[in-house]
């Protein structure tokens, strides 16, 4: 058995032993949820909130974004998270289109409003509701040693134009997710765009320097992390960013492993604080439009280049009241667009995350 198919077997038997000891700890009248290791964090926060007040109990079980979907389809969740956009080619969800006419408005903090349409639509049968709850950044992590930062670090980075990167940064990305990775070798092609006095001999001695063999590494298939951070580099026509990298299950496996190794890799922003840190980890600079991210010196990622939306997904014939609950927890989480001081809104600040609400193609407005 191959390393990797070692790994995808060891993943999936651990989803299923989670996912056993959680249907066995999990309150008979609590509410079903879960997937996405990135929506974790955050869905912890809000629904230990929500409970304080609604008495209400949302249980999220943290299965991966291919956890998400796999889970509503079988049931086993009432609501599934993925980290990713749903691509308009993919049939393998049926989602229920255009809410509004269907009757839905946009002032998604009205919990009657948004219980009416549910009721409304369950005649959808098993379409699935897609509720957008947030956008998250990914930020874009390398361990490198000291002598090529000192040369290139400000050389080293990617430029994005209309949500993807340019062709000079797909090769760069390219070359990192190839077959043995150096640091030389991204070092020389930086030199090729932008020579400098002084690039020639920091080379060499990167060619012997013990730390010069890097490691690149990607997340497990269905992380939506991944499919978002290949979509955006144009890795996932070749599926290159896993066919050479080290494969990891979490964005805390992955921070784990990035600390203690020359390593190239991906991260959820929730890791900034935790990144920033770490004296060896260096955040890469993103250009796009004209202006130049530096997440280790943002505070607000709004306009952020590389983001992805944390989306939840359920079926539409849901049992009446259960439909009912999921319209005051929609409700209740869009005050965190609507009101900058409420307990929402804290939960998102907390994990660095953009409040974004859309149901059914149905934006929310603030205004509405």
């Known amino acids: 058995m191959s390393r ?4 995808l077997l060891s993943a999936v038997f651990a989803i299923l032993v989670i996912l056993w000891i959680w249907t066995l700890v999990v309150p008979k009248d609590s509410i079903s949820i879960g997937g996405s290791t990135s929506v974790d964090p955050l869905m912890q926060r809000l629904t230990n909130e929500y409970k304080k007040t609604s008495k209400e109990s949302f249980i999220y079980a943290s299965s991966g974004s291919q956890g998400g979907i796999k889970n509503i389809e079988s049931n086993a969740y009432k609501m599934g998270f993925i980290s990713k956009e749903i691509a308009a080619d993919d049939t393998s969800i049926s989602l229920v289109e255009n809410g509004k006419t269907n009757g839905l408005t946009s002032d998604l903090s009205d919990e009657n409003q948004i219980a009416s349409y549910l009721q409304n639509t369950r005649g959808f049968g098993d379409q699935k509701h897609k509720l957008q709850i947030a956008l998250d950044a990914i ?3 390398y361990h490198a040693p000291t002598i090529f930062n000192e040369q290139f670090k400000e050389r080293f980075t990617i430029t994005i134009e209309n949500q993807v990167v340019d062709a000079a940064s797909e090769k760069l990305i390219k070359l990192i997710y ?3 990775p150096t640091w030389d070798k991204i070092a020389t092609s ?15 001695k990167l060619a012997n320097d013990r730390e010069n063999q890097l490691k690149a590494f990607s997340r497990e298939p269905g992380s939506g992390t991944r499919n978002s951070f290949e979509h955006q580099m144009k890795l996932d026509s070749d599926l290159s960013s896993t066919t050479n990298s080290s494969v990891l299950n979490s964005n805390g496996m992955m921070f784990q492993e990035m600390a203690r190794a020359s390593s190239f890799g991906y991260l959820s922003l929730n890791y900034l604080d935790a990144v920033k840190e770490k004296s060896d980890l260096n955040l890469l600079t993103i250009k796009a439009n004209g202006t130049t991210y530096d997440p280790s010196q943002l505070e607000d ?8 939306p944390y989306i939840g997904l359920f079926k539409a014939n849901l049992d009446s009241k259960l439909l009912n609950k999921i319209a005051a927890f929609i409700s209740w989480m869009v005050l965190a667009q609507k009101d900058v001081d409420s307990i929402p809104a804290l939960q998102y600040k907390k994990e660095g995350l953009t409040p974004r609400f859309g149901l059914d193609g149905v934006e929310y407005e603030v205004n509405a």
């Not at 930086?190 to 060499?204: F, H």
């Not at 990622?301 to 992805?308: G, K, V």
């Open 190 to 204: 930086l030199t090729r765009a932008q020579p400098l006095d002084g690039d020639q001999e920091v080379i060499a």
């Open 139 to 141: 930020i874009i992590v």
């Open 4 to 7: 990797k198919a070692g790994i």
């Open 301 to 308: 990622f709004t306009d952020y280049p590389l983001t992805r």
């Open 178 to 180: 190839d077959k043995n």
